[in-house]
């Protein structure tokens, strides 16, 4: 299946290595090629232009939020025709009232009307209020979600969703990508990702959305050593 072939830009091992070199490839390879290498192929074909984001160190990030980017639109993919990438990416709380690493979500689109994008966020707030993660505080909650000044946050199906689950919405004051700088860099991260599995793999770039997706799962469980 095309999942079976997406795992492959992190499961399958290069043949048999030669030198010391090879040894570490094989092993960047397994890893899901992060952190990227400047010597490995799929790396260096997979990396676009960087865009810079405002940095926040973490003691500092707020926590119980949601910050939301909305990507697109891009080639339909197949073959759900999907071409826009709903990015969210969740800071928690830990019990000493600290925030713990990000864990990203991704829900991919066929457009970015208001109620695509509300059903793609109810989703999401559901599967990060049913993660069971032992270091955060208990009663895990967003209370806040971050996006831009988009018009697809502001239809009444989004505003539904985001009263029912009692979460306050905040945006950035224009066009201001920086101000939004966590999900921003996620969004470059998430298809760097994404490249990296179709170069490894070599599978047509029509599959980004299951690239996407699988991609965004790997490093989530990763993340919280699932």
């Known amino acids: ?20 070199l090879s040894k570490e490839l094989e092993e960047h390879h397994n890893c899901g090629h992060n952190p ?6 799929a790396c260096q074909k997979a990396t676009g232009p960087q865009k810079l984001h405002l940095s926040v160190p973490p003691e500092k990030r ?6 939301v980017d909305l990507s697109g639109p891009h080639v339909p993919s197949w073959p759900s ?13 830990s019990k000493e009232n600290t925030p713990l690493p990000l864990l990203p979500f991704v829900r991919c689109l066929p457009s970015k009307n208001s109620t695509d994008v509300s059903f793609a966020l109810d989703q999401i707030f ?20 971050q996006t831009d000044k988009g018009t697809e946050y502001l239809g009444s199906s989004v505003k539904e969703v985001l009263a029912s689950r009692k979460i306050f919405p905040t945006t950035t004051t224009g066009y201001d990508p920086q101000a939004n700088g966590t999900a921003e860099r996620y969004v470059g991260l998430i298809k760097e990702w994404a490249r990296k599995l179709l170069e ?3 599978v047509a770039d029509s599959y980004w959305a299951f690239a996407v997706e699988h991609a965004c799962e790997t490093a989530r469980a990763k993340t919280l050593n699932f």
Not at 6 to 20: A, E, N, R
Not at 36 to 41: A, I, W
Request: hydrophobic residues 40%; contains cysteine; proline residues 6%.
């Open 1 to 20: 299946s095309i999942l079976d072939e997406l795992d492959k830009g992190f499961s399958t091992p290069f043949s048999k290595p030669t030198d010391k």
């Open 200 to 202: 490894s793999a070599s």
């Open 36 to 41: 990227k290498r400047s010597d490995c192929p």
């Open 126 to 145: 559901g599967e990060i209020e049913a993660l069971t993660v032992p270091e955060a505080a208990a009663g895990q909650k967003i209370v806040r979600m």
């Open 62 to 67: 707020a926590t119980r939020v949601v910050h």
């Open 81 to 93: 025709e999907s071409k826009y990438m709903l990015v969210a990416i969740a800071c928690l709380q």
